[in-house]
């Protein structure tokens, strides 16, 4: 009895060891893909003297890829950063009510790099989450274009500065290759961005789950 008691313990223990993946001195080389749409209808109050839509709408499109690679410092604990190309669409549409001097579409491109610590709680160095503090930049350029009551563009670049925790479902079906998926990240974030000849600048707390967009990542485990 004392033998059988002896080697559950030892088997529960030992399936929460670090092994292979991530142990110290190990590293993680892969790429993410994100992709999000939402569609969403808004309505306005109609003031004539301003001229102000009744309602529009709005639907977003966004898409990112980009490289990763991240070291374990310690065991079940790495260090990384990560780098993206990002883009993404809006197109308004405008039912009813008067549309002038509103957008009919909106398209961003830019960049965007972070550097993270993250903490890893695998079963059976399978399966599990991984989660730590984050802080990540971007840079976009973003085109407006109007249609009412006379055609134009107006352009302008945006800077964001955010800082947060992340949390990720880790799945490693061999020893090498590995895959995670964003569950939800809690984060501040401060933009900056020149436009119509005015300097705006925004901060902002913001909690994103998994269910706003779908991110995707592959990774190569080697080392040790």
Known sequence: ???KTSFIILALLGAFTVNAQTQKGNQ????????STSKNTN????????QYNASNERKFTG???GPSYSYFVANNLDLGFNAGYNTSKITYTYPSGNINNQ???AKTNGYSASVYLRKYYLYNNKIGIRTGPFAQYSYSRQKEKYAN????????????FGAGLGLDLVF???RHLGFSTTIGTLAYSHSDREQYNNHYKDDSFNLS???SGLTLSAFYAFGK
């Open 43 to 50: 309505d306005y109050f109609v003031n004539p003297d301003y």
């Open 172 to 174: 490693f079906p061999t």
């Open 28 to 35: 993680l080389l892969g790429g993410s893909i994100f992709f």
């Open 103 to 105: 957008p009919g579409e």
């Open 63 to 65: 898409f990112s890829i």
């Open 149 to 160: 009551p006379n055609p134009y563009n107006n352009e302008y670049d945006k800077k964001d």
């Open 1 to 3: 009895m004392y033998k």
């Open 209 to 211: 789950l998994a269910t």
